[in-house]
């Protein structure tokens, strides 16, 4: 037997356990991801879910915990095709050092949060850096908890930010660890405008 059948053979042995996973998979219902770890990427694929989701006509709305109002190319773009951002405003807590402005802020944001996550026309929700906010105790745990669990059935939700807690990890469909391995800014590379941020 030649390369190409023995390849052949082994790609059909593969594809018939996929597919058997593929029609096992039959519930259909809103999904929430949760994007952690030290790793760099975390928004960028939660945005990508966001523009996924917006490509195929869907309705997204986007809370951005943490970021500042800055200039943001994910926002210029996605506002474009009228998906709405809430966001936090104060930019990183080490800038604000004033942990009462930042609780104010969060719980602020956290109120257009779980209108987003109430509402049935909205197929996907981004809580950017969300994971923050219940690590810093900036917003009640329970009250936020609550809400991922009782959103509209066919609603998605992706949540990002590192340190999940366990009770995040435990409640989402999918978790994703993103890893530090190297990244430009330890080794004094500046931000890139379009691909940094």
Same mark, same amino acid.
């Given at each position: 037997?030649?390369?190409?059948?023995?390849?052949?053979?082994?790609?059909?042995?593969?594809?018939?356990?996929?597919?058997?996973?593929?029609?096992?998979?039959?519930?259909?219902? /809103?999904?929430?991801?949760?994007?952690?770890?030290?790793? #760099? +990427? *975390?928004?960028?694929? !939660?945005?990508? =879910?966001?523009?996924?989701?917006?490509?195929? /006509?869907?309705?997204?709305?986007?809370?951005?915990?943490? #970021? +500042? *109002?800055?200039?943001? !190319?994910?926002? =210029?773009?996605?506002?474009?095709?009228?998906?709405?951002?809430?966001?936090?405003?104060?930019?990183?807590?080490?800038?604000?050092?004033?942990?009462?402005?930042?609780?104010?802020?969060?719980?602020?944001?956290?109120?257009?949060?779980?209108?987003?996550?109430?509402?049935?026309?909205?197929?996907?929700?981004?809580?950017?850096?969300?994971?923050?906010?219940?690590?810093?105790?900036?917003?009640?745990?329970?009250?936020?908890?609550?809400?991922?669990?009782?959103?509209?059935?066919?609603?998605?939700?992706?949540?990002?930010?590192?340190?999940?807690?366990?009770?995040?990890?435990?409640?989402?469909?999918?978790?994703?660890?993103?890893?530090?391995?190297?990244?430009?800014?330890?080794?004094?590379?500046?931000?890139?405008?379009?691909?940094?941020?």
């Amino acid at each position: 037997m030649d390369k190409d059948e023995k390849y052949k053979i082994k790609s059909q042995k593969q594809k018939e356990k996929v597919d058997a996973k593929v029609a096992k998979a039959q519930i259909e219902k /809103g999904v929430m991801i949760v994007i952690t770890g030290n790793g #760099k +990427g *975390k928004s960028t694929s !939660g945005f990508g =879910t966001v523009a996924r989701c917006v490509g195929h /006509g869907y309705k997204a709305a986007v809370v951005q915990f943490i #970021k +500042g *109002k800055w200039d943001c !190319g994910e926002r =210029t773009l996605l506002e474009q095709h009228d998906v709405p951002f809430a966001v936090m405003g104060t930019g990183f807590t080490w800038n604000t050092q004033d942990r009462s402005l930042d609780i104010e802020a969060a719980e602020s944001v956290w109120q257009e949060a779980k209108k987003f996550l109430a509402d049935p026309q909205y197929h996907l929700v981004l809580l950017d850096e969300l994971t923050y906010m219940l690590g810093y105790d900036y917003l009640d745990k329970e009250e936020v908890l609550n809400a991922l669990k009782n959103r509209p059935e066919e609603q998605s939700v992706v949540v990002t930010g590192r340190g999940a807690i366990r009770e995040l990890r435990e409640m989402a469909d999918t978790v994703s660890e993103v890893k530090e391995e190297k990244h430009a800014f330890k080794a004094g590379v500046k931000a890139r405008k379009g691909v940094d941020w």
